[in-house]
């Protein structure tokens, strides 16, 4: 039996290609020997002063919001607490198409079983310190070219990789979860290996 591991993924909770691979690394964790802690970053950050379309930028603006009251909800509970309410944000954002809002921050942070007025931190730049130095940690280790899910990971030989993806929908399920996890660390801890891609066919397939 090999020893658990940690594995740290960076999530924005308006991404729906983040919430695909988070959902698989739930499932990793249920077939491999790891476990699973989720961190912040923030699209609306990394895309500060870039020459973004009008519709982009407007996502971006309201893309502060669900990353303040994650960061406020982390600071109030602990960062075990994103577990749930990433789910909880990300089954609304993403399966059920609500559109950002208070309320909708609100009743994610019940769902989850945390204090819904947290979504006040939505409106505020109060947490956006602590949202920068999050980001910060995620990204410093893969560069300011890629966005999220970003991973952590200690490599097959143990020394730390970190990664942009992998961008897969659906996610994949049971014993076939864990074969791509494989396979991704394999190549992210193959020094000076970089890139691997293909176009993409299919939109997020949330199943």
Same mark, same amino acid.
């Given at each position: ?63 502060? /919001? =669900? %990353? ?9 509970? *602990? ?5 749930? @309410?990433?789910? !909880? ?75 942009? /993806? =992998? %961008? ?9 979860? *864990? ?5 991704? @660390?394999?190549? !992210? ?19």
């Amino acid at each position: 039996m090999s020893e658990r591991v940690t594995v740290d993924m960076w999530f924005d909770p308006i991404c729906p290609w983040a919430w695909i691979t988070s959902r698989w690394l739930l499932e990793v964790e249920r077939v491999r020997e790891v476990d699973i802690r989720f961190h912040v970053m923030s699209l609306s950050v990394l895309n500060e002063g870039r020459d973004l379309p009008e519709q982009y930028q407007e996502l971006m603006r309201t893309g502060w /919001g =669900p %990353v303040r009251v994650c960061i406020a909800a982390e600071q109030r509970y *602990g960062t075990e607490s994103l577990r749930d @309410l990433y789910t !909880a944000l990300g089954t609304r954002i993403h399966l059920g198409q609500e559109k950002l809002s208070a309320e909708l921050f609100a009743a994610a942070l019940s769902d989850a079983g945390l204090d819904p007025a947290l979504s006040e931190a939505a409106d505020g730049t109060g947490y956006d310190q602590a949202l920068r130095a999050s980001h910060e940690a995620g990204m410093r280790p893969v560069g300011t070219d890629v966005g999220t899910p970003v991973i952590h990971a200690p490599g097959p030989d143990g020394s730390p990789v970190a990664f942009f /993806g =992998p %961008v897969i929908t659906p996610a994949p399920k049971g014993e076939a979860a *864990g074969r791509l996890w494989d396979g991704v @660390l394999l190549v !992210a801890g193959t020094p000076g290996f970089y890139e691997l891609k293909r176009s993409r066919e299919l939109g997020p397939i949330f199943d």
